[in-house]
């Protein structure tokens, strides 16, 4: 099974098996989103993702949708652009997290470990329709690897993941965060996130060194 990161422009896919999408819930304002442009180096098209407040002043998202970024903007649901730097990037984790110059109104609570079998919510931020939520069955608790880079806790999603996904947090039935969407596979309504533990981890890391300026591919 081939594993593909979802950060790019949206493409719409079918329903994911055994997910009713009547069964959504409306968690995508729960929590305050934003959307990620990362305009990359060599001029090549612009690189977009989702992004969750994880602090009042942090918001994660995918690290594999910051790799050669000239310049990263931040969006509001209510379509404001904010100022942020990328003060923490894992690769191997595949989590970044950024700072941003105004306080998020709903931060994310990070959940306990996920459970197979369990329905969750995907809340993500697409450009041309804003939060929208998106109905998941946890399949398997994992360790994945994307590119070949950095074995993680993960989970297996059977999910419509789409591109621009990536960096979308998985909620559970209370709207807590027990991950985020990292990848999908090729031609199937499967996806993969990052576990909640991860994200604690990095942003634990994040408190222990101090925030460093990451400097722009170009």
Request: some cysteine; overall charge negative.
């Amino acid at each position: 099974m081939v594993l593909v990161g979802c950060g790019g422009p949206a493409e719409s896919r079918s329903a994911a098996h055994g997910v009713d999408p009547a069964q959504d819930r409306v968690s995508a304002h729960a929590i305050s989103l934003y959307r990620v442009a990362v305009e990359l180096c060599g001029g090549a098209d612009v690189q977009r993702a989702t992004a969750v407040a994880v602090d009042d002043d942090l918001v994660a998202t995918v690290a594999h949708s910051l790799v050669g970024a000239k310049r990263v903007t931040v969006r509001s649901v209510d379509q404001r652009d904010i100022g942020a730097t990328v003060v923490y990037l894992d690769a191997d984790r595949d989590i970044a997290l950024l700072r941003i110059d105004e306080p998020s109104a709903r931060v994310a609570v990070l959940g306990p470990p996920a459970e197979s079998g369990a329905r969750v919510t995907i809340a993500s931020f697409a450009e041309e329709t804003g939060p929208t939520d998106k109905a998941a069955v946890i399949v398997d608790l994992v360790e994945a690897t994307l590119d070949g880079r950095g074995r993680r806790a993960a989970i297996e999603l059977d999910a419509a993941i789409e591109p621009g996904d990536s960096g979308a947090p998985v909620l559970d039935d209370r709207n807590r965060m027990v991950g985020m969407v990292f990848a999908t596979a090729r031609d199937e309504p499967t996806g993969w996130a990052v576990a909640a533990l991860e994200i604690e981890a990095a942003l634990e890391e994040l408190d222990r060194s101090g925030p460093g300026e990451i400097p722009p591919a170009c």
